[in-house]
């Protein structure tokens, strides 16, 4: 099993920056595509991007392609997202998960909040 644990979100203002961690514990990730998702309050979770396992093809929703970049170390056994000029309609909680196989694991989130 893998157990993703996201850090680093928090309370941003509007045009600020942030940067996502996912640290995975129970095995090497390396192997792995990683991805992250967001929810915000009343709202689906949705997709915001993904990484392959060697971290040479990303993804990115719409809504935050150009401002969001998804990377990885897998000699860390963690995936990252920075997250520039941050807008209110991007406060949710961020998940990030990891997928084995047909097996997804997914972290309990990060709470991020950017105010107008």
């Known amino acids: 099993q893998v157990q993703p644990v996201e850090s680093g979100g928090g309370l941003v203002q509007a045009g600020g920056s942030l940067r996502l961690s996912c640290a995975a514990s129970?095995?090497?990730?390396?192997?792995?595509?990683m991805g992250w998702y967001r929810q915000a309050p009343g709202k689906e979770r949705e997709f915001v991007a993904s990484?392959?396992?060697?971290?040479?093809?990303?993804r990115y929703a719409n809504s935050v392609k150009g401002r969001f970049t998804i990377s990885r170390d897998n000699s860390k056994n963690t995936g990252y997202l920075r997250m520039n000029n941050l807008k209110p309609e991007d406060t949710a909680i961020y998940y990030c998960?990891?997928?084995?196989?047909?097996?997804?694991?997914w972290g309990r989130g990060t709470q991020v909040t950017v105010s107008a």
């Open positions: 129970g095995r090497t990730i390396s192997g792995f595509a």
């Open positions: 998960n990891i997928a084995v196989g047909v097996a997804v694991y």
């Open positions: 990484i392959n396992w060697i971290g040479s093809s990303t």
